[in-house]
């Protein structure tokens, strides 16, 4: 029904909203003066670029990390530089779109084969006999 590679693949930049501060941690003046920290806010129900049902997905499935406004907001600060931290939280969008459109595989029941029965049952009686001959011998 959905792809999710054309889905993660399309052009978001213009929804985004970037923000930055500063970083927390180690890091001397790089930290203490520079704003590395870039955090993305993605709003879900006023994009113009996912369709109706595409919205909807996305909103059941990440009810547990959107804000109550339909916000969804993404954190990177693992970069020295601002540049790089930013290209991250987009990577990370991406990532967590194509999750949201995957559907896993369905998984069918299987059967044991008789094969695999016959053996499984051949194995327990060896082993049931070789405990049994370890017993003293009952007079």
Do not use: C
């Not at 999710?4 to 890091?27: M, N, V």
């Not at 590395?36 to 129900?45: D, I």
């Amino acid at each position: 029904m959905f792809n999710p590679k054309e889905i993660a693949q399309r052009d978001y930049l213009p929804e985004f909203e970037f923000q930055t501060s500063r970083s927390s941690g180690p890091g001397g003046q790089n930290v203490n003066k520079v704003e590395t920290r870039v955090s993305l806010k993605f709003s879900v129900p006023n994009s113009s670029i996912l369709s109706e049902k595409e919205r909807d997905r996305l909103l059941t499935k990440w009810s547990n990390r959107l804000s109550s406004e339909g916000t969804i907001a993404i954190h990177s600060e693992q970069h020295r530089s601002q540049l790089r931290n930013k290209e991250e939280t987009i990577t990370s969008f991406r990532k967590l779109i194509e999750l949201a459109f995957f559907d896993p595989k369905p998984r069918r029941k299987s059967k044991p084969s008789k094969g695999s029965i016959r053996r499984r049952l051949d194995s327990k009686k060896k082993n049931s006999d070789k405990k049994s001959n370890r017993k003293p011998p009952e007079y």
